[in-house]
């Protein structure tokens, strides 16, 4: 079955750095474009980044784009965020699935921003 694995997060000061990650299995990885989205506490879950099928395209919401950077692996099934400059604002529970999401959510993985 679709199975998506964050990892990566945990509490960082203000400015400082984290690389996420996540390990999806049960569709073929590389015919889908994937996102990170992110969940704070008492708000909706909302859009972070896309890449696309191969890597060579990848859109950001405009509160993370130049701090944040979206890549991939399809040799490992995996994708990957790393998020540099982070601000108290970034705290949330990180999730991943596709660019029109299916399946069941993962955990997330928390992100907390705080000095």
């Known amino acids: 079955q679709v199975r998506f694995v964050e990892s990566g997060g945990g509490l960082v000061q203000p400015g400082g750095s984290l690389r996420l990650s996540c390990a999806a299995s049960?569709?073929?990885?590389?015919?889908?474009?994937m996102s990170w989205y992110r969940q704070a506490p008492g708000k909706e879950r909302e859009w972070v980044a896309t890449?696309?099928?191969?890597?060579?395209?990848?859109n950001y919401a405009d509160s993370v784009k130049g701090r944040f950077t979206i890549s991939r692996d399809n040799a490992k099934n995996m994708m990957f965020l790393r998020m540099d400059s982070l601000k108290p604002e970034d705290t949330a529970v990180y999730y991943c699935?596709?660019?029109?999401?299916?399946?069941?959510w993962g955990q997330g993985t928390q992100v907390t921003v705080s000095s």
């Open positions: 049960g569709f073929t990885f590389s015919s889908l474009a």
């Open positions: 890449i696309g099928r191969t890597g060579g395209s990848t």
């Open positions: 699935n596709a660019i029109a999401p299916f399946g069941s």
